[in-house]
């Protein structure tokens, strides 16, 4: 098993369009494994292949109380989402120290892969619900922050600019 590095925003392979997987084979598993290491080793509740710089669609997520409950999402697809929406406070991996408030879908429906490849079907809610949309995002690019205004998203990058700056200088 292994940890592996987490892309941080602003990186721009972050923004790359993953693609379905075409096999689940010992390549995959192995992926998934090393996934789910380091998402529990951050810590963090979900991670998606893109975070790692793998740009096809995996997902881990573990939204547990006692974090032994993964939830492998091969090539998912959102089949519902429902009209009422959650308005939740998200972190993100690829974003540290970064909170923040995202409107979604309250509860959705979701069709996946698991790691032997079988089909199966999902409806989830609350924090899973969340989740699921914030890494399906991750898979088409999108990070959580772009949900926000223009001048949070400004704020932010030059707060990581100065980081970047002064973390030189030290
Ligand atoms: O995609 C990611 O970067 C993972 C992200 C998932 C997520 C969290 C909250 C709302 C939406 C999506 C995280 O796991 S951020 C870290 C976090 O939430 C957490 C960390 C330690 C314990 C419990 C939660
Ligand atoms: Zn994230």
Partial sequence: ??????????DPRLHKVAVPVAQVDDRIRQ????MAETMYAAPGV???????DVHERVVVIDVSEDGDDLLVLINPEITWKSDELIVFEEGCLSVPGVYD???RAAEVKVTALNEQGQRYELEADGLLAVCIQHELDHLLGKVFVEYLSQLKQTRL??????QERDALKA
Avoid: N
């Avoid at 592996?4 to 602003?10: A, G, S, T, V, W």
């Avoid at 979900?46 to 790692?52: D, E, H, K, Y």
């Avoid at 990058?157 to 100065?162: A, D, L, Q």
């Fill in 1 to 10: 098993m292994a940890l592996l590095p987490i892309l941080k925003y602003p």
């Fill in 157 to 162: 990058k030059s707060r990581i600019k100065k």
């Fill in 46 to 52: 979900g991670l998606a292949a893109t975070q790692v």
């Fill in 31 to 34: 992926l998934v494994r090393d």
């Fill in 101 to 103: 408030d995202v409107e």
